[in-house]
Protein backbone atom coordinates (compact mmCIF):
# COMPACT_ATOMS: atom_id res chain seq x y z
CA UNK A 1 0.00 0.00 0.00
CA UNK A 2 1.00 3.46 -0.60
CA UNK A 3 2.02 5.76 1.87
CA UNK A 4 -0.33 8.68 -0.22
CA UNK A 5 -3.26 6.81 0.01
CA UNK A 6 -2.72 5.98 4.20
CA UNK A 7 -2.06 9.39 5.11
CA UNK A 8 -4.63 10.69 2.96
CA UNK A 9 -6.66 10.36 6.33
CA UNK A 10 -5.19 13.51 7.51
CA UNK A 11 -6.26 15.76 4.58
CA UNK A 12 -8.61 18.73 5.84
CA UNK A 13 -12.47 18.85 4.30
CA UNK A 14 -12.78 20.53 1.31
CA UNK A 15 -14.77 23.75 2.55
CA UNK A 16 -15.45 26.49 0.71
CA UNK A 17 -15.16 30.22 1.17
CA UNK A 18 -18.26 31.42 2.92
CA UNK A 19 -20.29 33.99 0.58
CA UNK A 20 -20.44 37.37 1.75
CA UNK A 21 -24.05 38.28 1.36
CA UNK A 22 -23.71 41.75 2.53
CA UNK A 23 -22.09 44.44 5.18
CA UNK A 24 -22.88 45.51 8.76
CA UNK A 25 -24.43 48.82 8.53
CA UNK A 26 -23.27 49.93 11.54
CA UNK A 27 -19.36 49.07 11.21
CA UNK A 28 -19.16 47.48 7.61
CA UNK A 29 -17.96 44.50 8.37
CA UNK A 30 -18.69 41.62 6.06
CA UNK A 31 -21.70 39.84 6.81
CA UNK A 32 -21.32 35.66 5.87
CA UNK A 33 -24.31 33.58 4.24
CA UNK A 34 -25.06 30.79 7.21
CA UNK A 35 -23.88 33.51 10.09
CA UNK A 36 -26.24 34.49 12.54
CA UNK A 37 -26.87 38.44 11.93
CA UNK A 38 -28.78 41.51 14.04
CA UNK A 39 -31.62 42.39 11.22
CA UNK A 40 -33.92 45.89 12.13
CA UNK A 41 -36.06 46.89 9.60
CA UNK A 42 -33.63 46.59 6.07
CA UNK A 43 -30.78 46.76 8.09
CA UNK A 44 -28.52 44.15 8.80
CA UNK A 45 -25.82 44.29 11.59
CA UNK A 46 -23.20 41.79 12.61
CA UNK A 47 -24.23 42.10 16.30
CA UNK A 48 -26.42 43.72 18.90
CA UNK A 49 -23.48 46.04 20.10
CA UNK A 50 -23.36 46.94 16.83
CA UNK A 51 -26.98 47.76 16.44
CA UNK A 52 -27.25 50.22 20.20
CA UNK A 53 -24.04 51.90 18.44
CA UNK A 54 -26.22 52.86 15.50
CA UNK A 55 -29.00 53.73 17.57
CA UNK A 56 -27.55 55.45 20.23
CA UNK A 57 -25.42 57.98 17.51
CA UNK A 58 -28.51 58.13 15.86
CA UNK A 59 -30.00 59.47 19.10
CA UNK A 60 -27.29 61.59 19.85
CA UNK A 61 -27.47 63.33 16.13
CA UNK A 62 -31.27 63.97 16.53
CA UNK A 63 -31.05 65.27 19.74
CA UNK A 64 -28.02 67.42 18.86
CA UNK A 65 -30.21 69.09 16.00
CA UNK A 66 -33.20 69.21 17.78
CA UNK A 67 -35.49 66.77 15.56
CA UNK A 68 -36.87 64.80 18.42
Not at 31 to 58: M, N, P, Q, S, W
Amino acid sequence: MSRLNTMARFDGPDEKEPKVIDYCYSCNAELYEGEEVVALEDFLFCDIDCLFDTIKYKTLEENKYGTI
